[in-house]
């Protein structure tokens, strides 16, 4: 059986729910400020239980953490995250 696009992307999304630091860990720039940058390959987000409790996540460092972003939040998602400490970069913005 084949496994479709979506079901692929649906299930990287969850590893990375889910398995995050693993991501964290390649690309601290600075650990011993902590400061992280997280990579979010995504087209939209919404603020559902799980992306809130990514975003509430305390071992991801301290603030400022950073997520790289190539897609869009809604309102709800984008307050939620820079309420949590999170500063918001479209992939590619300097």
């Known amino acids: 059986m084949e496994t479709s696009k979506s079901d692929l992307f649906a299930e990287g999304l969850k590893r990375s729910i889910e398995q995050p630091i693993d991501a964290v860990k390649n690309i601290a720039q600075d650990p011993v400020g902590s ?4 990579p979010a390959p995504v087209d939209h987000v919404t603020w559902t239980e799980a992306v809130a409790g990514f975003a509430s996540r305390d071992d991801l460092g301290t603030q400022p953490k950073t997520l790289l972003h ?3 939040f809604s309102k709800i998602a984008s307050s939620g995250f820079t309420g949590a400490g ?9």
């Open 70 to 72: 190539t897609g869009t």
């Open 86 to 94: 999170w500063k918001l970069t479209p992939f590619g913005a300097r």
């Open 35 to 38: 400061i992280k940058k997280v």
